[in-house]
Every structure is written in structure tokens, then in C-alpha cells.
T-cell receptor, first 112, second 116 residues
Framework: GDSVTQMEGPVTLSEEAFLTINCTYT??????LFWYVQYPGEGLQLLLK?????DKGSNKGFEATYRKETTSFHLEKGSVQVSDSAVYFC???????????FGKGTHLIIQP | GAGVSQSPSNKVTEKGKDVELRCDPI?????LYWYRQSLGQGLEFLIY????????KSGLPSDRFSAERTGGSVSTLTIQRTQQEDSAVYLC??????????????FGPGTRLTVT
């Protein structure tokens, strides 16, 4: 079946550091890929998405590129802020009725 | 516009009692999903509705779990004879119909269930 693997953390960085959270996937066909974010005490929010190979999703300074050759969708941000502290989930959709397949989440802590 | 809403936000129940969790999707979203989020298991997909129909119920953890959706809108997830291992956050999400090719899901705030 489909699966998503991501670094679990916690990942601790200083403010203004460069961020990369790795995500790789296994799926049949051509899945859509997503990053969701969960801020403390809040629900899951869609951060960005990509629906086909070489697509780049971007939002709030975060970016991720759908790399079919490496089955990856790594999340990056050039300069993180304390307010980016949250849990980040990589997910895929095979397009069917099986819901989203999530990674286990990466807890990101940004220190001032 | 209004997002996905869920009620109650928190529920504490005694082992063996039944509980009912409610989800109100985004207006116009015909697809609805239930997930469970727990420390040990991460985010687990439970069930999907297209309209009022759930084509596959095999993701439900046991036969104590059931879900229904009426009028193509509100959905309820019912857990009978609750057990301590049912303690988790239950999340609901909605999306446009899968036939549109849009697979992004929008999540509600969740119901935190604690079974004592």
C-alpha cells in the first residue's frame, strides 16, 4: 500500500535559519502530494500542495517540489520564524476513496 | 466562509459507554472523511463518504465503530462500548467530489475523546 516517510524530530532551529524537512513516499500511479501544518492547540491546516511531477507548491514562504524520480516532496523555507513552530505532516492522495496517507509528523521548534 | 466544524470539542466518557461525534462539512463539499489521531498510531484514515454513501468501511478499527451521513451533509461517528484504547482525537475533513480531481482536504478542529 501507499506510505509516507518523514523525519520525526523534534527539529530545533534558531530564528532565521534555513529549514528542510525531508519527505519520501511510496505509491502506485501518480499521487497528489501535500504538506499540512498543526500549530499548538489547533487543527490541521493545508500548507501547500502539488499534483504532478515537477510542480512546486508554495505558501507563507514554504516551498516543496514534487520529484517523481526520487519520490520526494521535501519542505523548505529560507528563513524560519518562532511562529513557524508546529508539527508538519507530509501526505499523499492516490485519488481514490482511501483518504490521505500521512507521515508521522515532524515537530519543529524555532528558538529566538 | 465557514470551515469544517466538529462537536463536541472534548468528550470524557466511562469505559463501556457509547459516544457520538458530529461533523459538519464545508458547504458544497460532497466528500467527507474521518480520521483518528493518536500518539502511538499517528493519523489513521477511518472512513470516506461520497454523498451519503460509504463504499468501504474496512478502515474502521472494530465493529464497535460505525458512521453515517444524512442529507449529504452532517456526519456522525458512533463508538459503542468504548474502550480505553479508543482515546484519541477524532478528525473530520471534507473536500470537493473526487470526480473533480481536487483531492485537498480541509480539516475540522477535532474531538478529543478520553475514555476513563
Amino acid at each position: 500500500g501507499d506510505s509516507v516517510t518523514q523525519m520525526e524530530g523534534p527539529v530545533t532551529l534558531s530564528e532565521e535559519a534555513f529549514l528542510t524537512i525531508n519527505c519520501t513516499y511510496t505509491a502506485t500511479g501518480y499521487p497528489s502530494l501535500f504538506w499540512y501544518v498543526q500549530y499548538p492547540g489547533e487543527g490541521l491546516q493545508l500548507l501547500l500542495k502539488a499534483t504532478k511531477a515537477d510542480d512546486k507548491g508554495s505558501n507563507k514562504g514554504f516551498e516543496a517540489t514534487y520529484r517523481k524520480e526520487t519520490t520526494s516532496f521535501h519542505l523548505e523555507k529560507g528563513s524560519v520564524q518562532v511562529s513557524d513552530s508546529a508539527v508538519y505532516f507530509c501526505a499523499l492522495s492516490g485519488g481514490g476513496a482511501d483518504g490521505l496517507t500521512f507521515g508521522k509528523g515532524t515537530h519543529l521548534i524555532i528558538q529566538p | 466562509g465557514a470551515g469544517v466544524s466538529q462537536s463536541p470539542s472534548n468528550k470524557v466518557t466511562e469505559k463501556g459507554k457509547d459516544v457520538e461525534l458530529r461533523c459538519d462539512p464545508i458547504s458544497g463539499h460532497t466528500a467527507l472523511y474521518w480520521y483518528r489521531q493518536s500518539l502511538g498510531q499517528g493519523l489513521e484514515f477511518l472512513i470516506y463518504f461520497q454523498g451519503n454513501s460509504a463504499p468501504d468501511k474496512s478502515g474502521l478499527p472494530s465493529d464497535r465503530f460505525s458512521a453515517e451521513r444524512t442529507g449529504g451533509s452532517v456526519s456522525t461517528l458512533t463508538i459503542q462500548r468504548t474502550q480505553q484504547e479508543d482515546s484519541a482525537v477524532y478528525l473530520c475533513a471534507s473536500s470537493l467530489s473526487l470526480s473533480t480531481g481536487s483531492y485537498e482536504q480541509y480539516f475540522g478542529p477535532g474531538t478529543r475523546l478520553t475514555v476513563t
